[in-house]
């Protein structure tokens, strides 16, 4: 099991937004044309040829896969596309006095913030209301410490 499943319950390659993981499961018929789609060239096939996210880049939310896709997998309706994440693990060189912050830097909604700590040292921080889940802080991070995931809604 991958850290970023221990840590998030979930591997973040699984989280794909205007669906969740048992819509896929159920719809997803394996025809890639969400994955031909996409702009950026985050998505790949997974297993049963399955779109998985590969945050090389950020997510921009272009909707081109949900468009793409001729099965009932994707629902464009939701807003926002889905509920996931940032979390920062302990890898993080902040915490261990190594200044770095380059997740900071490439957070265009700053939902990432740096609180500084005593001895020169700062604890970074994902401000959940604002991080839109756009993977853009993963490939930034030198010490592979950012996975995204979903968080758990509650049932209303």
Do not use: K, Y
Not at 19 to 43: K, S, W
Not at 58 to 67: G, I, S
């Amino acid at each position: 099991m991958s850290r970023r499943a221990l840590l998030g319950g979930q591997d973040d390659r699984e989280v794909m937004p205007w669906t969740d993981a048992a819509t896929i499961q159920d719809n997803c018929t394996g025809c890639g044309a969400c994955i031909d789609a996409c702009p950026e060239g985050i998505l790949s096939a997974g297993r049963g040829g399955h779109p998985v996210i590969d945050f090389s880049t950020a997510c921009t939310f272009c909707r081109a896969c949900a468009e793409a896709c001729p099965e009932p997998v994707f629902d464009l309706e939701r807003d926002p596309p889905w509920q996931a994440v940032a979390v920062i693990d302990s890898a993080c060189f902040e915490p261990q006095g190594i200044a770095c912050r380059a997740c900071e830097d490439e957070c265009d909604v700053d939902a990432l913030r740096a609180r500084p700590m005593l001895g020169g040292r700062a604890e970074m921080r994902v401000d959940t209301d604002a991080c839109t889940g756009c993977g853009g802080c993963v490939s930034s991070c030198p010490a592979g410490a950012i996975s995204i995931v979903e968080l758990e809604v509650a049932d209303a």
